[in-house]
C-alpha cells in the first residue's frame, strides 16, 4: 500500500512540518507515514483528507481519480461497523470466511463490526481493494460503494 501523502502535500506546497502541525503531531511522526515506516492511523487520514478535500479512495491509490468533496466528514465507528458487516452480508461471507481471508481472527472481525474497534488503515485497504468496495464508502464520507477507476459521469 503506497499512500499519496506526499505527493498531495508537495502539490500543495507544505513542509511537513507545516502538515504535521495541522494534524496535530510531530513532523518526525508524520515522516514515518510518507515513508511507510508506519501507517497513518484512519482517524489522521481522515483528517488529511479533511484538510485538502481529497477522497480515501485516491489517497490509498485504489483510484486514480480524486472525488473532491468541499465537507469536512468526521468518522462514526457505529456507520464504520455497519457498512464493514453489510459489505461483508452483501459477498455472502461469514465473519469466519472474511477473517480467513484477511488472516486475521474472527474475533477481529467482530470487533470491527461490532464498533469496539476503529478499523486499521491497512485492513480497511486490505478489504477495499480485495472485495472491490470504496473506502469512502466503508468509512461513511460518500454514499456509494463504488471505486472510480476513471472519471465519473456527470
Known amino acids: ?82 457498512r464493514i458487516k453489510e459489505i461483508r452480508k452483501k459477498k455472502k461471507l461469514k465473519q469466519k470466511d472474511l477473517a480467513k481471508m484477511f488472516n486475521t481472527s474472527q474475533s477481529t472481525i467482530s470487533a470491527y463490526e461490532n464498533g469496539k474497534t476503529m478499523i486499521l488503515t491497512a485492513f480497511l485497504f486490505e478489504i477495499c481493494s480485495k472485495l472491490k468496495v470504496s473506502a469512502d464508502y466503508l468509512v461513511g464520507r460518500s454514499n456509494t460503494t463504488t471505486i472510480y477507476l476513471r472519471p465519473p459521469e456527470k
Open 1 to 82: 500500500m503506497e499512500l499519496r501523502l506526499r505527493e498531495i502535500r508537495e502539490h500543495n506546497d507544505l513542509t511537513q512540518r507545516k502538515m504535521a502541525s495541522i494534524l496535530k503531531i510531530s513532523k518526525s511522526y508524520y515522516n514515518y507515514f510518507e515513508t511507510g515506516e508506519r501507517i497513518i492511523p484512519v482517524i489522521r487520514l481522515n483528517d488529511f483528507c479533511n484538510y485538502f478535500h481529497v477522497s480515501f479512495d485516491y489517497v490509498l491509490g485504489l483510484s486514480k481519480y480524486n472525488i473532491v468533496t468541499k465537507k469536512n466528514i468526521k468518522l462514526d465507528i457505529k456507520v464504520i461497523s455497519s
